[in-house]
């Protein structure tokens, strides 16, 4: 009498083509993201580089009440610590200090299209 002999294989890994989808999903997945997260990060620079320009009018227009006239020069404003106790504003795009221009007694924003 023969012996039937059952071989049953425990199957403990992936095969190559389990491994290719799941490397394609997360490679498709990584197209979507990444450009997404970069411009996002871009953005926010811009609106803080607004929000930094809206700031320092406001900060102009405090000295104003504060001195009684206008000040002919953006550095009385920014270099000084009542009005910035953090330091002096820079843009978050360029890294570099808003211009020293004053339009209208406004900060000129020309440079400043992002």
Not at 19 to 24: A, F, H, S
């Amino acid at each position: 009498m023969r012996e039937r002999i059952i071989i049953i294989r425990n199957r403990k890994g992936f095969t190559l083509v389990e491994l290719l989808i799941v490397v394609l999903i997360l490679g498709a997945l990584a197209a979507i993201a990444v450009p997404r997260i970069l411009g996002g990060a871009t953005s926010a620079k811009a609106n803080a580089c607004h929000t930094n320009i809206d700031t320092i009018n406001s900060q102009i227009e405090l000295y104003y009440a504060k001195e009684g006239s206008w000040p002919n020069n953006l550095k009385k404003v920014t270099k000084d610590t009542d009005y910035f106790p953090d330091g002096e504003p820079i843009c978050p795009v360029t890294g570099a200090n808003y211009a020293n221009a004053l339009v209208n007694n406004r900060v000129d924003t020309t440079g400043h299209g992002h």
